[in-house]
DNA sequence: ATGAAAGCTCAAGTCAGGTAGAGGTCAAGC
DNA sequence: GCTTGACCTCTACCTGACTTGAGCTTTCAT
């Protein structure tokens, strides 16, 4: 249990679920790091497991990978991270889901106000205001979507 | 008033803040249709307005492209959508939005008791089980997220 | 000592949701 | 009737998050 506190990049993959392809390319923008053999190949610290889980759970958060990498930049140099700098971290995480949620509701509170008059104007419903989270919710393309919305006329 | 129920793309596009060339995209997808001048412009109808403008609020709930269209497709066909079509078709956005919520209300329990323990032992969590809706949130090469993190080991 | 399984690099492809530009045409007001 | 701005098509490109494939090497169990 000395020696085995390295793991391959397949075994990374399987306790992970996340794809060999994939976990290289995390590597190439800097998400984790991998020791080498002689011959070249990756050899991963066992808490990179933990690191890998924290790059997933963000995502499903709506966090890009750029910034995902900036979280992580806040964990401990040096040193292995442990429970309590896991629980720091993700700390981060729980106050955008709040936001989410408070945009979703307020989201919700204005289309039910839509449905009352089918109106769908946008200027009347306000609905692209609810908060910037919403918008930005969703990887992709959709940079501009917040910005745009704003002052839109109304529906003909 | 009689002929002016037609717009240029040009009108639609500013009526709804949307790029012109991402109406043509549009069209090209389904999602809109326009009638044509002699000339072959394109000229869409008033209610068009009310078209892209549920476009941009489902695509903001995370929905594709390709669900907008099939959202749509359930508008009646031959006539023009009245107020009335446009609130049963956001009613279902309704549903949707409250499964968001709840997805999120999930993940925020379970990143609670993540939290505690700092372990981000992902089998032990369940934190991928919230709600198929929360991991397919966010459009883009995500496909996979919510399939792939069912059993996966536990954290090392 | 060897052979299969797993790993390596690097370039190219994919998918969604568009944008940008070239080169040419239409419509409307003077 | 002409000019100018809006419109047309088509091809190419963009970002983010990966995957795929070719061609070659390392590791490890036997």
Redesign the interface.
């Known amino acids: 249990m000395h020696r085995t506190d390295l ?1 391959a990049i397949g075994e990374l993959a ?5 794809a060999v392809s994939a976990i290289r390319f995390y590597e190439a923008k800097g998400l984790v790091e991998a020791l080498r053999t002689r011959g070249g190949q990756r050899r991963f610290l ?1 808490a990179d ?2 690191r890998v ?2 790059i ?2 963000a ?4 966090l890009s990978l750029e910034e995902i990498a900036a979280e992580l930049a806040r964990l401990p140099a040096g040193r292995t991270p ?6 720091r971290i ?2 981060g ?2 106050v955008r ?2 936001g ?2 408070a945009a ?2 307020c ?2 509170e204005l ?2 106000n ?9 200027k009347k419903c306000g ?2 205001n609810c908060g910037d989270k ?2 930005q ?4 393309p ?1 940079y501009v ?1 917040g910005d ?2 704003a002052e ?2 109304e ?2």
Chains 1, 2 share one sequence.
């Open positions: 793991i399987a306790r992970t679920g996340v066992r497991i933990r889980s924290f997933l759970i995502q499903q958060l709506g442990n429970g309590a700098d896991w629980t993700s700390t995480l729980r889901i709040d989410q949620i979703l509701e989201t919700r289309l039910d839509c449905i009352g008059c089918g109106c769908l104007s946008l609905l692209y919403a918008a919710r969703g990887a992709g959709r979507l745009r919305a839109i006329a529906v003909g």
